[in-house]
């Protein structure tokens, strides 16, 4: 079946730090890649998604891409803010539904 | 454009009750989905509804079933409630099923068994 795998956390970085969060799964055929944000109290926000190999997805300063070749999708960012602490979820679906299969997530902590 | 709504916010019941929780999709969106998010277990997917058919089902016990209206509404609910359904029960709505579609999630439900 599918799975993700996430670093985990807490990842605790100062303002302007450079981010990364490595993320790898395991599926079958070519699934679609996302990258979820979840601010307390809140449900999740999509940041950003990649639906084919070597797709770059970006928003935000965040990036990642579909590498196939090593199964992975890590999250980046040049210069993180306190604003961008919050929970970050890896995720993937097969293309034929809408079940998202997620890591267990990785909790980010900025301090000024 | 309203967001997906889910209501109510907060529930509290006892172990044994049943409980109906409701999401309202993005207008126009017909693919509504449901999940579970634990401490222990993250987060996990119980059902995805298209066109008032069910079309995937997690690996969740009969307790917990779901329905879509034909408005795209959607309920979830959970009978003979345990300790262990505690959990914020979130919803998302996407224009169609397929993972090329971005899925846009409600505030969730968050239910306390005692």
């Known amino acids: 079946g599918n799975s993700v795998t996430q670093m985990e956390g807490p990842v605790t970085l100062s303002e302007e730090a450079f981010l990364t969060i490595n993320c790898t799964y395991t599926a079958t055929g070519y699934p679609s890649l996302f990258w979820y944000v979840q601010y307390p109290g809140e449900g999740l926000q999509l940041l950003l998604k990649a639906t084919k190999a070597d797709d770059k997805g970006s928003n935000k300063g965040f990036e990642a891409t579909y590498r196939k070749e090593t199964t992975s999708f890590h999250l980046e960012k040049g210069s993180v803010q306190v604003s961008d602490s919050a929970v970050y979820f890896c995720a993937l679906s097969n293309n034929a539904g809408n079940m998202l299969t997620f890591g267990g997530g990785t909790r980010l902590m900025v301090k000024p | ?114």
């Not at chain 2, 044994?16 to 929780?21: D, E, F, P």
């Not at chain 2, 969740?60 to 509404?73: A, D, V």
């Open chain 2, 1 to 114: 454009k309203a967001g997906v709504t889910q209501t109510p916010r907060y529930l509290i019941k006892t172990r044994g009750q049943q409980v109906t929780l409701s999401c309202s999709p993005i207008s126009g969106h017909r693919s509504v989905s449901w999940y579970q998010q634990t401490p222990g277990q993250g987060l996990q997917f119980l059902f995805e509804y298209f066109s008032e058919t069910q079309r995937n089902k997690g690996n969740f016990p009969g307790r917990f079933s779901g329905r879509q209206f034909s408005n795209s509404r959607s309920e979830m609910n959970v009978s003979t409630l345990e300790l262990g359904d505690s959990a914020l029960y979130l919803c998302a709505s996407s224009l169609e099923p397929g993972g090329v579609y971005e899925q846009y999630f409600g505030p969730g439900t968050r239910l306390t068994v005692t």
